[in-house]
């Protein structure tokens, strides 16, 4: 199934319960989707559909519109739906017409957010990938279009501002 196809009315009727959000690594997806009760929250790591082996070697062939198609599928069921901000996931949601709120760091949080994988845990590898890559990463974000932004600032994560998304 392509993309395309989900860029058709009854995909778009389907997204209307639920938000999705595309957000940054450390902005409290996964702490918000395990401690909130109140709402209907699916953390959606696109990890799982973006490989085709655990080594995460090899791409899988379907990727991204299996991680679209689940996205469309799951919005059925829940309130919001955390997505990931890489680009080829923005274009393809903005290539389906599914409305998403982008909500990332502030450009001068490059050091909170470095500190925040080193406390959550992230390993060596993952800290220096966005360590390296913060600035450019976050640029991309700020210059991306079709979309609402939501930017953090100093100290604020995504259960701050979970209110005016929804």
Known sequence: MSIESYSNRES???????KVISGFPGIGKSTL????RALEFLDSDS????????S???RNQDWPQNYMEHIVES??????IFV???DTVRNALIESRVPFVLVYPSLEM???YIQRYKDRGNDEKFVKLLEANYKVWI??????EGCKHVVLQPGQYLSDVIGEIL
């Open 47 to 54: 990890t799982n559909f973006s490989w085709a082996d655990e």
């Open 139 to 144: 640029e991309n974000l700020m210059s991306q």
């Open 56 to 58: 995460k070697e090899t």
């Open 84 to 86: 990931s901000t890489h």
């Open 33 to 36: 989707f395990e401690n909130n």
């Open 12 to 18: 778009i009727e389907k997204m209307k319960r639920a």
């Open 110 to 112: 490059k050091e909170e």
């Open 75 to 80: 919005a059925k069921y829940a309130d919001a």
